[in-house]
């Protein structure tokens, strides 16, 4: 729960439309179409956002890294590139997302002090990338979904932001209880899969009850002529392709319904500020736990 009038917090995870396909980073960049778009919209709904890129992508696209920037969007980091936290070993993951912030920092001009975890993928096998990403200098994480996946997931985790760490703030995306399970509404193949009357009315009740919404996007997802070629399996065809036609307008209407969207805070205090006490008294014990 949050302290203060429910936030509105818009989130972009920049990655391009292979990504997941090492065998395809050599393909013409699809990049630009899809954010190019977001932020013609952001422009458009007078809303700011908090973008997550991959170095990779920031490589192959500082003009449009610094576009964001001089829009009056944050920056935050994704990691070099696209891996699962839980698939790495701690000092490389340390070493390589403390190299990851240098670089955007020196790309874009400004302080990253948030990052995200590619596929969400701090999970109870990966809490060690806790105590990794306060040591490399972040102030803000949005690594933990609290729901049930299978490839990420923390399922009783915090659903309103928490103190993951000292000085780490944990801000998790949007789910909703129903039926006592936590459903993913605020983003990604849940906001493409999802009616738009039903995550409005979820975003409403969300914000009725006193707590922040976070919505996520990729460019991708608005990239219609993107290449219906990629080597997925049937469900994961269907998790990239199903409902891309719709972001565009899905989002629209979500930033012009419930008022000006915002980046996600970029300090420790100014993140602090958003934490309810309950939220941080129903954190499991292995969340909040120090590295001894």
């Known amino acids: 729960m949050a302290k203060s009038q429910p936030r509105l917090f818009l989130t972009v995870d920049v990655e391009d439309f292979a990504v997941d396909f090492l065998d395809r980073t050599h393909l013409p960049s699809r990049l630009p179409f899809g954010l190019e778009r977001l932020l013609q919209l952001f422009e ?46 701690p000092d490389a993951f340390g070493r390589a997302i403390r190299q990851g912030r240098m670089e955007l920092e020196d790309l874009a001009g400004t302080f990253v002090t948030t990052y995200r975890a590619p596929f969400w993928s ?42 993951v760490r000292p000085g780490l703030v944990e801000i998790p995306p949007s789910v909703a209880r129903v039926l006592g399970r936590n459903v993913p509404f605020g983003g990604g193949f849940y906001l493409r899969a999802l009616p738009s009357w039903m995550t409005e009315r979820l975003v409403q ?3 009725a009850q006193g707590r922040n919404v976070m919505l996520y996007v990729h460019p991708w997802e608005l990239d219609v002529d993107q ?6 399996g049937l469900l994961g065809r269907f998790i990239h ?5 719709g972001t565009e307008a899905k989002l629209r209407s979500i ?9 996600l805070p970029e300090t420790f205090s100014e993140a602090n500020r958003l934490i309810h006490p309950a939220a941080q008294t129903g954190a499991p014990a292995d969340l909040i736990m120090a590295r001894p």
């Open 44 to 89: 458009a709904e007078q809303a700011k956002s908090t973008f997550f890129w991959l170095v990779q992508c920031a490589r192959r696209h500082p003009e449009l890294l610094r576009r964001a920037v001089a829009a009056g969007h944050r920056i935050g980091l994704h990691g070099l590139d696209h891996q699962f936290v839980y698939l790495q070993q």
């Open 122 to 163: 701090v999970t109870r096998q990966s809490l060690w990338a806790l105590d990794e990403i306060l040591g490399a200098g972040f102030q803000v994480d949005s690594s933990i979904f609290p729901t049930k996946n299978h490839q990420y997931g923390i399922p009783d985790a915090p659903i309103d932001p928490y103190l």
């Open 205 to 207: 009740r969300t914000q």
């Open 227 to 232: 290449p219906r070629d990629l080597p997925y």
């Open 241 to 245: 392709y199903h409902g891309i036609h």
């Open 255 to 263: 930033l012009r319904r419930f008022g000006r969207a915002e980046a």
